[in-house]
C-alpha cells in the first residue's frame, strides 16, 4: 500500500522560494526502489513532470524548463521527499503532486505513476 501526504505550499512572491514535503508510506513496494516524483498542473493546462528520483540509484531527473531552480531530495530517516523551490515565477503557479511508480516507462510520463497525493496548492505572484 502506498500513501502520500504533501505539504508545505502557500503564496510568494515572485522570486521567492518555497519547500514542499511529501511523507512517503511505500510498505508493500518494491524494495530495490522506486521512483517518486513531483508533478504539477496549472488551471486548464496538463499535468506535467517537475522533477523525479529513484529511490535506488538516488538519480534524478528534472525538468529542462525548472533545471537550476527546483532541486528534489530525500530524507530516508523520515522516508520524506522535499522539493526546494528557487527563483520561483507567475508560471510556477500551479497544484502540486507527489506520485509514487515503479522504476519503469518514461520518468515524466503521467502514465507511469499509479500513486498520487492530494497535492498542494503553490501560487506565485508577480
Known amino acids: 500500500q502506498v500513501q502520500l501526504v504533501e505539504s508545505g505550499g502557500g503564496s510568494v512572491q515572485a522570486g521567492g522560494s518555497l519547500r514542499l514535503s511529501c511523507a512517503a508510506s511505500v510498505s508493500g513496494y518494491s524494495y530495490t526502489g522506486y521512483r517518486l516524483g513531483w508533478f504539477r498542473q496549472a488551471p486548464g493546462k496538463e499535468r506535467e513532470g517537475v522533477a523525479v528520483?529513484?529511490?535506488?540509484?538516488?538519480?534524478?531527473y528534472y525538468n529542462p524548463s525548472m533545471e537550476g531552480r527546483f532541486t528534489i531530495s530525500q530524507d530516508n530517516t523520515k522516508n520524506t521527499f522535499l522539493l526546494q523551490m528557487n527563483s520561483l515565477k507567475p508560471a510556477d503557479t500551479g497544484m502540486y503532486y507527489c506520485?509514487?511508480?515503479?522504476?519503469?516507462?518514461?520518468?515524466?510520463?503521467?502514465?507511469?505513476?499509479?500513486?498520487w497525493g492530494q497535492g498542494t496548492q503553490v501560487t506565485v505572484s508577480s
Open positions: 506520485e509514487a511508480g515503479p522504476r519503469l516507462g518514461y520518468v515524466f510520463g503521467s502514465n507511469s505513476y499509479p500513486y
Open positions: 528520483i529513484d529511490t535506488g540509484t538516488r538519480t534524478t
